[in-house]
């Protein structure tokens, strides 16, 4: 059974920085995964995303050059690490795995956690 754990979220005033992580277990070989959010009445929004083995990482437009997304195998875990943050990057952050179809494309991802909440004063 696929667990994803997120964990890092919080409240910070504009131009803080977080680290989310995510620690995923009972997956049996190297994923894509990823870091999406989500505001309320909108759609769920990719953030960025890795591959666990080989593959190329990709970042929306509107975090490139502010967050970075690495792993730690060892770990099972994956990072976001968030700087320079604006309050617009206020919303529930969800980390995916296993995507069939695009990268950024909900649907697409098997399997998801629970969230955990970041909130950006300013």
């Known amino acids: 059974q696929v667990q994803l754990v997120e964990s890092g979220g919080g409240s910070v005033q504009a131009g803080g920085s977080l680290r989310l992580s995510c620690v995923a277990s009972?997956?049996?070989?190297?994923?894509?995964m990823a870091w999406f959010r989500q505001v309320l009445d909108k759609e769920r929004e990719g953030v960025a995303t890795?591959?666990?083995?080989?593959?190329?990482?990709f970042y929306a437009a509107s975090v490139k050059g502010r967050f970075t997304i690495s792993q730690d195998i060892a770990r099972s875990t994956v990072y976001l690490q968030m700087n320079s943050l604006k309050p617009e990057d206020t919303a529930m952050y969800y980390c995916?795995?296993?995507?069939?179809?695009?990268?950024?494309?909900?649907?697409?991802?098997?399997?998801w956690g629970q969230g955990t909440q970041v909130t950006v004063s300013s």
């Open positions: 995916a795995a296993d995507p069939v179809g695009g990268v950024f494309t909900p649907s697409a991802y098997k399997y």
């Open positions: 890795i591959h666990t083995g080989v593959g190329p990482t």
């Open positions: 009972g997956l049996t070989s190297r994923k894509r």
